[in-house]
Each structure stands twice: as structure tokens, then as C-alpha cells.
């Protein structure tokens, strides 16, 4: 139980920092980049990928951890 709690916090945090980082990248479109180049720097940058890590390591937590029960 442990465990899930903590690798569930993990993760959460992981996501949370890296969509912070997202976000802030939209100030780009303020620069003159058009949509596109946007979503093509997101593609590239490593927080996009540690942000899909920390959301599929959620849902696996909620939704295919299984408990031993005595």
C-alpha cells in the first residue's frame, strides 16, 4: 500500500512540473512562432516525455495495481 501511495506522488509531482514547463513554453506564440512550430518544439523537448511517463504511470497505479488481501 506504501508503495502505490508513493509511486502515485511520484508521479504526480513528475507531471505537475513538466505541465508547468508546457505551459510556460506557450509564451512562444507571443514570439511569432505559429502553432505548429509550437507543438514541434513540445515534440522535442524532453519535459513533454517525462510529463506522458508520469501520466501513464498514474493511471497504471489507479487502475492496475492490484492489492494482496489476506
Known amino acids: 500500500m ?3 501511495v508513493l509511486i502515485m506522488t511520484l508521479s504526480f509531482f513528475i507531471m ?3 505541465l508547468s514547463y ?5 509564451n512562444l506564440l507571443t514570439f511569432g512562432y505559429t ?3 509550437y507543438m514541434i518544439f513540445i515534440l522535442q523537448r524532453y ?14 497505479c ?9
Open 22 to 26: 508546457i505551459i510556460i513554453y506557450i
Open 35 to 37: 502553432i505548429k512550430e
Open 2 to 4: 506504501i508503495t502505490k
Open 47 to 60: 519535459e513533454f516525455y517525462l510529463f506522458i511517463i508520469g501520466f501513464v504511470t498514474e493511471l497504471l
Open 16 to 18: 505537475v512540473i513538466n
Open 62 to 70: 489507479i487502475y492496475c495495481w492490484k492489492e494482496n488481501k489476506k
